[in-house]
């Protein structure tokens, strides 16, 4: 590896100090001078025809501003993108908890009053709640014009799959099911929107991308983009559940308009719960063919799903579950059908990990009950089949890097793998592969993200500001930024400065998704920066008279590489270019796209599913109560691949959040409903690890060499959710015998295996 100065340094967070002391502002922190207080009045009903909306009583109660319901809206703001919820119901309510009316008023009692002021008619309708039932011949039509509630029937076919199966030496066909779960998110959904006196609207929101909700609101209010400006402030988590324009952004919006002033809508725990959903429900059928010594050869996969609702954000989900097979193992022949059908529960969103985490527990499960079935050991399977540095898989995805075997192998052997048939009874230990693709879709029509762009300002005194449309979403993203501009300027990275995402002001970025913002972005910084280096270099070179090619920069210092001891101070150029050059700033322009790739079908499923994927490897050490069937994680540990780390404590902190949050998926989160309504809508019941509940934590950072980007990097933040899992999964067998196809893995279900078994 290229030896790096700040690059692959252990730095410190540079948001730490004002999260630490609670200095950060967050969008639920603002306030500002005549701020009203926005609610939404929710339907009671999971489907029902809105007969009448009658606001007069909650127009007249004192305090309050203004009051919208669907007849206020134009058809642009009714329909927000295909399958998206509109702002509020127009003709019909399709869960429990759709926003019918808005309100805002003085404060936050006289908005709640006002909504019990507001009388509804509805006429109930026939509901349902299951996919299974909404593809039936018959059930209730969700949404006018889909047939059978159908919303996508996705077909995949690689290779000869029948072929295949007849070719094995052994085929196994499971059933596995996985549920919906909640990001969970600290900070709950808010959006402040300032309409001003000249009619352009300013908004405020928790949200993963800034520049996207700016583009969807203005098209949504038939807006120019000029004219509307988001600004974000320290963000409380998201975790793919932030990533789209929602109702409340647009509510909050009209009602300034309609007000005169600025509005604010901030969520309840309950609202949240009740309306925000994350990952959706799996049912899957897996039929996997392999030799006798484990080599695989052939898959079919069957998903259903439900989409809730309304299915604008979650379509995605289908083409990255049907290809994530695909990701980790050579697989010559391999065939997916993906179903989704819409329902009238709440509309799901995408969750970290998006479809590729159900996806790994279901092969990963079946791929240990094959090496027991077969005798064989999990760890040599996976070593057998995995991916290799330029493979090209059976969807036509190009492998630039691959350090999979070698994650196998580290995580392995620092688990103690050797020993695991001499661990004590009811003690377990099992492990499982994953990988996710690094900036997801590489700008193809399937998500249109593959770009972003950085300004670098390097001020008189030396000290740099870096303008970016990314926010940090609790990741380290800007420690990232502003070691990567520290490298490029040779300067110390306490005198960089990044900027949170305003779009008046920095460049354009899609969001915070999808593995995408440190690759796309901070490539984009160091091109930036590279061109303010270039600017610093210039003066100089003309000074020394010598060529720009014949100087370096380090230590704050601009140097002639031949004779270092002639040097000049990095902000004494800056100086001279501003005031030698009749206001000249140093201000570097970079930007930064995806690497040409194919791009993925979403119809055939063909395509690279990324640059180049992340990869990596869990070992799991449980012990299993069999009195209670409670399981207690007591180890993890992890190998990823993440190319070039460009800080190992962040990358380190990535895998560790993601065991504590896939540790919860695996053993006790699961958002429950009773025809469509939320039964555990808050903290107290929705049942989540916390630091007390975590295990001991083994991470290994594996580097390799990728070549798809300037700084060879790939994601670290979504692809070890996955691993986690089944990993649980495969090392309670271990410990107890008993396998488990349902998450999660509670007690009570564990104790039933045991009854069966």
């Not at 004002?18 to 967050?26: D, F």
């Not at 329909?79 to 119901?89: F, I, K, M, N, T």
């Not at 059930?139 to 290779?159: C, I, K, Q, W």
């Not at 309670?732 to 104790?751: C, F, Q, S, T, W």
Request: glycine residues 10%; neutral net charge; proline residues 6%.
């Amino acid at each position: 590896m290229k030896e790096y100065s700040v690059l692959g340094k252990r730095v410190p967070r540079v948001d730490g100090p004002v999260k630490a002391t609670g200095e950060a502002r967050y969008t639920v922190d603002q306030r500002w001078p005549g701020m009203l207080y926005g609610k939404l009045l929710r339907s009671p009903h999971p489907h029902a025809r809105i007969l009448s909306v009658d606001t007069r009583r909650a127009e007249r109660l004192p305090g309050v501003r203004a009051v919208l319901t669907g007849k206020d809206l134009t058809d642009a703001e009714v329909c927000l993108d295909a399958g998206a919820e509109p702002p509020v119901a127009v003709d019909k309510v399709r869960y429990i908890g759709q926003a019918v009316a808005a309100v805002a008023a003085a404060d936050e009692y006289v908005a709640e009053e006002a909504l019990d002021l507001i009388k509804v008619d509805y006429e109930e309708l026939p509901s349902v709640f299951t996919p299974e039932e909404a593809v039936k011949e018959g059930a209730p039509s969700v949404h006018d014009g889909l047939e059978r509630n159908m919303v996508m029937d996705l077909a995949y076919h690689f290779g000869d799959v029948e072929k295949g199966f007849q070719e094995s030496g052994y085929v196994r066909e499971d059933t596995f099911t996985t549920p919906p779960v909640h990001p969970a998110y600290l900070e709950p959904l808010v959006s402040a929107a300032h309409f001003d006196s000249d009619g352009r609207l300013t908004v405020w929101s928790s949200t993963q991308g800034p520049g996207r909700l700016r583009d969807a609101l203005a098209a949504t209010l038939r807006m120019k983009q000029g004219e509307v400006r988001v600004i974000a402030s320290y963000f409380g988590g998201g975790f793919c559940g932030k990533t789209r324009i929602f109702p409340h952004d647009v509510c909050a919006a009209l009602l300034s308009k309609r007000a005169g002033k600025p509005v604010k809508i901030e969520y309840s725990r309950k609202e949240i719960f009740a309306v925000n959903r994350g990952g959706q429900p799996t049912a899957v059928r897996l039929k996997t063919g392999v030799r006798r010594d484990g080599t695989l050869v052939a898959m079919e996969c069957r998903l259903m799903c439900d989409t809730g609702a309304y299915f604008g954000g979650n379509l995605v989900f289908g083409y990255v579950f049907g290809t994530a097979p695909l990701m980790t193992y050579r697989l010559p022949n391999f065939r997916f059908q993906g179903r989704m059908a819409t329902t009238n529960n709440g509309p799901y969103q995408s969750q970290r990990g998006s479809g590729v985490t159900p996806a790994r527990f279901v092969v990963e499960s079946q791929i240990d009950i094959i090496a027991a079935d077969l005798g064989l050991d999990p760890v040599e399977m996976r070593v057998r089949n995995a991916l290799q540095s330029g493979d090209v898989t059976a969807n036509r995805s190009k492998i630039s890097s691959c350090g999979l075997s070698e994650c196998v192998r580290q995580a392995a052997a620092a688990a103690g793998w050797s020993h695991r048939d001499k661990l004590p009874p009811g003690r377990g230990m099992g492990i499982s592969c994953y990988a996710f693709a690094t900036a997801y879709s590489g700008g193809s029509s399937v998500l249109p993200s593959g770009y972003s762009s950085a300004f670098v300002h390097v001020h008189q005194d030396g000290t740099v500001t870096v303008l970016t449309g990314v926010n940090d979403n609790g990741q380290g993203i800007m420690t990232a930024l502003a070691q990567i501009a520290a490298e490029e300027l040779g300067v110390p990275v306490q005198n960089i400065r990044v900027t949170l995402p305003d779009t008046e002001i920095t460049p354009y970025d899609f969001g915070t998704m999808g593995s995408r913002a440190t690759y796309l972005a901070g490539n984009a910084v160091k091109a930036a920066a590279g061109d303010a280096r270039r600017q610093i270099f210039e003066l100089a070179a003309a000074r020394w008279q010598a060529r720009v090619e014949d100087l370096e920069i380090s230590d704050g210092r601009v140097r002639i590489k031949r004779d270092p001891q002639k040097s000049i101070p990095f902000a004494a150029l800056a100086q001279a270019s501003q005031l030698a050059g009749k206001g000249k700033p140093v201000l570097g322009k970079g930007y930064f796209s995806a690497p040409d790739t194919i791009e993925p079908n979403l119809k055939t499923g063909e395509g690279d599913m990324g640059p180049n994927l992340g990869f990596g490897a869990v070992v799991a050490e449980v012990e299993v109560d069999r009195q209670t069937g409670k399981t207690t994680v007591l180890k993890i540990t992890i190998a990823h691949d993440c190319g070039l780390p460009l800080n190992p404590m962040a990358v380190e902190g990535q895998l560790e959040g993601q065991i504590q949050a896939a540790t919860g998926e695996a053993l006790c989160e699961e958002r429950l409903t009773s025809r469509g309504k939320v039964l555990n809508p808050s903290f107290a019941d929705y049942r989540m690890p916390t630091a007390l509940d975590m295990p001991g934590v083994k991470p290994i950072i594996v580097e390799t060499i990728d070549t798809t980007s300037p700084l060879g990097i790939k994601e670290c933040g979504e692809g070890p959710q996955g691993g986690v899992a089944p990993a649980i999964a495969n090392a309670v067998y271990n410990a107890v015998g008993v396998r488990m196809h349902d998450l999660p893995m509670r007690p009570e279900k564990i104790m039933k295996a045991f009854e069966t078994t």
